[in-house]
């Protein structure tokens, strides 16, 4: 079974302030999703990095997966209370070969004005 | 476009009980998930289908069933409700196939289910 782990499990900051949260594995991924979940609602994907060391951009938030694609970090600048909400890393095993995601527990963001 | 519908968004189940929670999309997408989120432990996969016809377990199946006779509608199926299935429940899909993991899921709003 790939586990997931993400953390930290809950942050709370000031808007303003820069962050970072993480998303490891002792597995190897093929690719990595984010998602981000607001309440009363359905995850939104935000991004899919699929090569060892990648980063993408999305706005203020950078996604990074590890070298040895076993994990991932996002990293917000000058977060936003917008970017409160619940963040999940999801990856896809090594061989993509069984359809299905496996999602870690979250990151709960609440970013106060 | 509706995407990923889910019906009911709420309903309160008594023990015992069954039910069904629906799920159609209008993505015409071959790959559809369902995944039960309880606080703090992220999403769990009950069962998924890769096609009309196709389903399998997921991580936590026990106590539920699905069917897969249509590519839109994906419908879970709770035989005897009990308390520890009080949770939200998401259904997701994604166009599948090859490069599936590069694709996204697409999920619903979800369904609360409290059974008491």
């Not at chain 1, 709370?12 to 309440?39: A, D, H, K, M």
Request: aromatic share 10%.
């Amino acid at each position: 079974t790939q586990l997931l782990e993400q953390s930290p499990q809950f942050l709370s900051i000031q808007e303003g302030e820069n962050l970072t949260v993480y998303c490891n594995s002792s597995s190897v991924f093929s690719s990595l999703q984010w998602y981000r979940q607001e309440p009363g609602e359905g995850p939104v994907l935000l991004v899919t990095v699929v090569t060892g060391g990648e980063v993408k951009k999305l706005k203020r938030l950078t996604f990074q997966f590890g070298d040895a694609r076993k994990d991932s970090s996002l990293h917000i600048t000058a977060a936003q209370p917008g970017d409160t909400g619940l963040y999940l890393c999801a990856g896809v095993g090594s061989t993509g070969a069984n359809s299905k995601l496996t999602f870690g527990k979250g990151i709960t963001l609440s970013v106060r004005p | 476009n509706a995407g990923v519908t889910q019906t009911p968004k709420f309903r309160i189940l008594k023990i015992g009980q069954s039910m069904t929670l629906q799920c159609a999309q209008d993505m015409n997408h071959n790959y559809m998930y369902w995944y039960r989120q309880d606080p703090g432990m992220g999403l769990k996969l009950i069962y998924y289908s890769v096609g009309a016809g196709i389903t399998d377990k997921g991580e936590v199946p026990n106590g539920y069933n699905v069917s897969r006779s249509t590519t839109e509608d994906f419908p879970l199926r709770l035989e005897l409700a009990a308390p520890s299935q009080t949770s939200v429940y998401f259904c997701a899909s994604t166009p599948g196939k090859a490069n599936w993991g590069n694709q996204p899921q697409h999920f619903g709003d979800g369904t609360r289910l409290s059974i008491l």
